[in-house]
DNA sequence: TTGAAAGCGTTACCAA
DNA sequence: TTGGTAACGCTTTCAA
């Protein structure tokens, strides 16, 4: 492969003068411009990423951490993130933690590493770890941890109220809570919101209707099957779409009506929520992903002030409520 | 921030030795490691990423090439692919191309750039564009492909054959078929596929059955209100469960039977699938990842031959059909 | 407008 | 077991 040392000999210049060109700047004579190109043409010339990222001293390239890329939030999320990144010339680099604690705190050395030029969260389950993430580059979280770093995110703990409030108001006086990984920075604002709620309401809730890590539509079947066992509350808030589709699928064949029986809460508004008329929480996600990007992508280039933020959830009412 | 040459001038010993404690190799003094290491710790060395990749002459990262990270089959693709990276220690870029055959070519600098060290195409809408990309390096696409570069793709001619010797088995006389987009490589395999099944087979088809770029839930409920105004066919073909289940719902809203009026089958087997309890393809896309990952790993690595390969896919049946 | 040379922070080869 | 030094391929400063 070509480099440009074997550009300037060819051409009878020096790298510089190479360099110059490369980077569109001026004072080139025309001929020598023409020259140079000529000879990268032949030679098939293309420049060295790393060797420029190390010169430079930076990468063009962002990275986001995820849990997993296959859940609807997540991808939702990359998609916005992803589509900033074209427009201004970036490049995504995707780190799936799957909750791991070790690996969370490993995708710091993306930063530390100079491979990255900043990182967005997608969800971290150790939040002191930020503390240290941003001395070592730009952070923006999409999870509130504005008290660490700039942070955009949804206002879960008002749509948890949302949803309780319209449960309650459909006349339901017992009420379950099912959440997917409850150590995460929005397990944990639900859980608070849900808590603080009951306090100031007569609304009931029981440990034994309560669950947390579940994620698919079929920990929803599962689920289902555990709460036949016991007394059903009136209503259930699940924190995602395919796990309530899944316990309103089991419910349904074990002919329990919904919401007749017990009224069902999803979260997200995924094609499967329109299908089954779940009544959920919609949120701007793919949005979300491109204001932290831009925030990033601004923040690392000094050009504003870091600021957080609050997006507001809307409360789709359907069927099963 | 601390670099090699300062840790070795506060250890007293060469950059070279430095060198070798980081990358675990023997040979080096257990007394100079100790004092190397608490060097090391005590300024918060980090080794630079870039420096490392440019030395070495790779950087332990493959791209992705996606359309869109949104859609069902890439996400899933991409976590196959991110599960595998994980795993084997390497790093994951996510390339957008929004089909746009500009940034399908820029994707290509990557490679050239020597920024990854392999390229998985998920899908490419020019595929001449492979002939040059594997000149530049390992290269494994995820659709048929395999005259070009090595190719793992499922086969979706037999599941079009499958679904539709299945409806006919159930007595179907006609039969329907709406794809996604009808000029990439799965939709020509998936028609030809289908014209193919008709011409042996005592099944109908006319025009006034067939649609086409329906991609969501809510093409599916529009295309439902334009078989209305015609008579069904026994049983439609769907390319996509979304699709599906927006059909299944403007027909059941109709007061038209799913699958005693018409019956309806879907593709991928996503969680809408299962609760609509919709007849399908199975595809394990996650699987199709991995195998991807691997194999271009392992390419990259020169410790096997690239092959390429035909997944098989599996018929689901349920209560559409 | 051009070029020489000093970085950027590693790795890896060759001697010792 | 160690160290010196030449790569790796580019950018950037300083002089000319």
Known sequence: MANIS???????VSKSTVSRVLNGHKHVSKEKRRIILDVMERLEYSPNGNAINLSRGKTNTIGVLVPRVGHPFFHQLLEGIGLVCMERNHTLLVIQ???DPAKEEASMQY?????????IIGAISQ???????RTVGPVVACEDHQDIVPSLFFNHGKAITMLLQHVEERGAKTVGLCLGNPD?????????AFDQYLKTSTLCHGIQWYADRCYS?????ALAGQLLTIDLPDAIIVGNDEVAAGLIDQFRKDGIRVPEDIAITGFDDVPIARALEITTIRQPVVMLGRLAAEQLLSDALNQSESASSLLEPSLMIRQTT
């Open 6 to 12: 074997d550009i300037a000999k060819q051409a009878g």
């Open 97 to 99: 933690t799957e909750h």
């Open 111 to 119: 930063l530390r590493d100079k491979r990255i030029d900043g990182l």
């Open 127 to 133: 939040p002191q770890l930020l503390e240290t993430m």
């Open 184 to 192: 995460s920075g929005v397990g944990r604002v639900r859980r608070e």
């Open 217 to 221: 539509f079929e920990d929803g079947q």
